[in-house]
């Protein structure tokens, strides 16, 4: 009498494997962390340049109407920290006792100790403010807003 074994072939095993394979790459392409993390820094972006703004705004009515003085026509990055500034925006007087902020915020992926990697100006015509983020992702391209 011969008996009849059931097994796995070979064959069986590796089209399990690779279906399972399969299967992975395709939820792990759908989920794509690195976009979903991406995505969430530009919102943190977003929420960071509305919170600079809103500082300077409030610096400004609490000063009559009028703006830091350090803010140029030219859009130019800002300082984190009130020395040295050196070529970048010192707005030291938005975090001075946590008045306005506590402090300024910084990019969340690209930001040194001292550059915050967002960007101020006022314009000469218009006298309005515009903060903004160039160092995006997901090639949205500059958020900016102006007020």
Do not use: H
């Given at each position: 009498m011969a008996k009849n074994k059931r097994?796995?072939?070979l064959l069986d095993v590796l089209l399990a494997v690779a279906a399972f394979s399969i299967l992975a790459g395709i939820v792990i392409l759908a989920i794509n962390p690195y976009r979903q993390l991406a995505?969430?820094?530009?919102a943190q972006r977003w929420v960071n340049i509305n919170t600079i703004?809103?500082?300077v705004y409030q610096y400004s009515v609490d000063n009559k109407g009028v703006f830091p003085t350090t803010i140029p026509a030219a859009s130019t990055a800002i300082c984190r920290n009130a020395s040295p500034c050196g070529a970048l925006v010192d707005l030291s007087a938005l975090t001075v006792n946590g008045k306005y902020v506590v402090a300024l915020p910084?990019?969340?992926?690209s930001a040194t100790a001292n550059n915050s990697y967002y960007y101020i100006k006022?314009?000469?015509t218009t006298g309005r403010i515009t903060v903004s983020a160039s160092?995006?992702?997901n090639g949205i391209g500059t958020i900016s807003v102006t007020r």
């Amino acid at each position: 009498m011969a008996k009849n074994k059931r097994a796995f072939s070979l064959l069986d095993v590796l089209l399990a494997v690779a279906a399972f394979s399969i299967l992975a790459g395709i939820v792990i392409l759908a989920i794509n962390p690195y976009r979903q993390l991406a995505t969430m820094r530009n919102a943190q972006r977003w929420v960071n340049i509305n919170t600079i703004l809103d500082a300077v705004y409030q610096y400004s009515v609490d000063n009559k109407g009028v703006f830091p003085t350090t803010i140029p026509a030219a859009s130019t990055a800002i300082c984190r920290n009130a020395s040295p500034c050196g070529a970048l925006v010192d707005l030291s007087a938005l975090t001075v006792n946590g008045k306005y902020v506590v402090a300024l915020p910084r990019d969340p992926k690209s930001a040194t100790a001292n550059n915050s990697y967002y960007y101020i100006k006022k314009s000469a015509t218009t006298g309005r403010i515009t903060v903004s983020a160039s160092r995006t992702e997901n090639g949205i391209g500059t958020i900016s807003v102006t007020r």
